[in-house]
């Protein structure tokens, strides 16, 4: 099984709102991953978390904050954000040793208003 | 700096036309080129790894190669359910971190 889950599939809110968007996976993957896709583009990454721990931060605006409870979840927390951020939130893990395949997940469309 | 260039940018197929994606690189020390299938507003599906020149991975219609330039996802007699965007990825020595090509879009029409 290679299936990562993700929660809401759809989630609208305003410039003021908190929100979580969340991600959870059962293969025993060590490494999971945030990325962000607008249209007709390819995913961007974000965050990766590699044994619970942020391993990687791509310079993303501090209104995204990410958290791993555990290692099969993965949250990420959204305040204040911006009309701009509005795209599809991709989650993915992988073995954490590489080469490395990343399974994705459906994915969470976020539209700001 | 590494890159990964996908093309065409768009490709339309009759059903039954077979054809050849191509995802060309310049990654130093490539540990993985990945190819995944995307549909519109969903995550994109893993298709194949490739780990090294030569190597060659095959299911259904699908059969991916590789060099050590590039590789294709050659696509054999494909049906409309095939339409859809081809992403291919490498994965350079840097951990956990693909290097995304731009995508095909394909449509095959009946």
């Known amino acids: 099984d290679t299936e990562v889950t993700q929660t809401p599939k759809h989630l609208v809110m305003g410039m003021t709102n908190k929100k979580s968007l969340k991600c959870e996976q059962h293969?025993?993957?060590?490494?999971m991953y945030w990325y962000k896709q607008k249209a007709k583009k390819p995913p961007e990454l974000m965050f990766v978390?590699?044994?619970?721990?942020?391993?990687i931060n791509e310079s993303v605006p501090s209104r995204f904050s990410p958290e791993c409870p555990n290692s099969s979840l993965l949250n990420l927390h959204l305040h204040a954000l911006q009309p701009e951020d509005s795209a599809l939130y991709l989650c993915?893990?992988?073995?954490?040793?590489?080469?490395?395949?990343?399974?994705f997940g459906p994915g969470t469309r976020l539209t700001v208003l | 700096e590494d890159q990964v260039t996908q093309s065409p940018e768009a490709l339309r197929l009759q059903e039954g036309e077979s054809s050849s994606l191509n995802c060309s690189y310049t990654?130093?020390?490539?540990?993985?080129l990945f190819w995944y299938r995307q549909d519109p507003g969903k995550g994109p599906e893993f298709l194949f790894t490739?780990?090294?020149a030569g190597e060659e991975k095959e299911k259904e219609r699908l059969k991916a190669t590789l060099t050590k330039k590039e590789s294709f996802l050659h696509i054999t007699a494909p049906k409309p359910e095939d339409s859809a965007t081809y992403l291919c990825a490498a994965e350079g020595p840097g951990t956990y971190k693909y290097i995304f090509g731009t995508g095909t879009r394909l449509k095959v029409l009946a």
């Open positions: 978390y590699s044994y619970e721990k942020l391993s």
């Open positions: 993915a893990s992988s073995q954490g040793q590489g080469p490395d395949t990343q399974y």
């Open positions: 293969m025993g993957h060590r490494a």
């Open positions: 990654v130093s020390g490539l540990r993985g």
């Open positions: 490739l780990y090294s």
